[in-house]
């Protein structure tokens, strides 16, 4: 697959895109939601709004039924547009804009210093989300944080041998592997869903597990699975850890 297809840059209009160098040659791949900002505080229950009245619209459901459906093919397929498209031919980019219409300034929360955080941690890092590409790229310009990532991979790009695949999809971590050129051992997957680290897990990457308490569907657990290499809470807690700096 065509790196160009598959991961979209994603530089600030005004800045370069710019990495520390780590002689690992370490590459990240950060979650967004809950992960680089705090999604929790408002963002779910807009999109939560947004999925539901698209599907009461497309399907002619009323709201307790639609909010089912949208739960039922997130679990199934890891994002409810694949079911929408799937089961109901619902068309998938129309969906994504459906569903993730709204003004992301007015629901930002994020750490503090954030943009100096992110530049602290050594290695290329993209971003790697199954939100669509609009709504990353409005949130990672909103944040001013572009420029510390070499580019995103979003659930519009998710297609491996004609079929959406997102995380937690094996086929589409080893399709980002060969489209950067790299091996599993250099990948780390920062995330705050443990679904998908167990995934990374079995193929060969390193695993950060941020823990949100606000994470859909998430463990309300403390300790550490053991296909999680390194439990922290927050993205100024992973750099104060050793491992960020390996």
Request: glycine share 4%; aromatic share 10%; charged share 20%.
């Amino acid at each position: 697959m065509n790196r160009s297809r598959f991961i979209k840059p994603l530089q600030a209009k005004s800045h370069s895109y710019r990495a520390k160098t780590s002689p690992s040659s370490r590459v990240w791949f950060f979650d967004l939601d809950n992960t680089i900002h705090d999604a929790s505080h408002s963002f779910f229950e807009q999109i939560s709004i947004g999925m539901v009245n698209a599907v009461m619209q497309h399907m002619q459901l009323d709201s307790v039924a639609a909010k089912e459906l949208c739960e039922l093919y997130w679990k199934r397929y890891g994002a409810t547009m694949i079911g929408m498209h799937k089961h109901h031919q619902l068309d998938p980019e129309q969906f994504l804009l459906d569903s993730h219409n709204f003004n992301v300034s007015k629901h930002m929360k994020f750490e503090h210093h954030l943009p100096a955080l992110l530049d602290a941690v050594p290695g290329t890092k993209y971003i790697l989300t199954n939100a669509p590409e609009h709504y990353a790229v409005q949130v990672v310009e909103g944040l001013n944080i572009s420029q510390y990532f070499a580019g995103i991979c979003a659930v519009n790009h998710m297609i491996v041998f004609g079929k959406y695949k997102p995380k937690p999809a094996p086929a589409l971590l080893r399709q980002l592997q060969a489209s950067l050129g790299l091996e599993p051992q250099q990948c780390v997957l920062v995330e705050d869903t443990l679904s998908n680290l167990k995934t990374a897990k079995k193929e060969g990457w390193q695993t950060v597990y941020i823990y949100h308490p606000g994470t859909p569907f998430g463990p309300q657990q403390v300790i550490r699975p053991a296909y999680v290499d390194l439990r922290v809470r927050s993205l100024s807690e992973l750099l104060r850890h050793p491992f960020a700096q390996e």
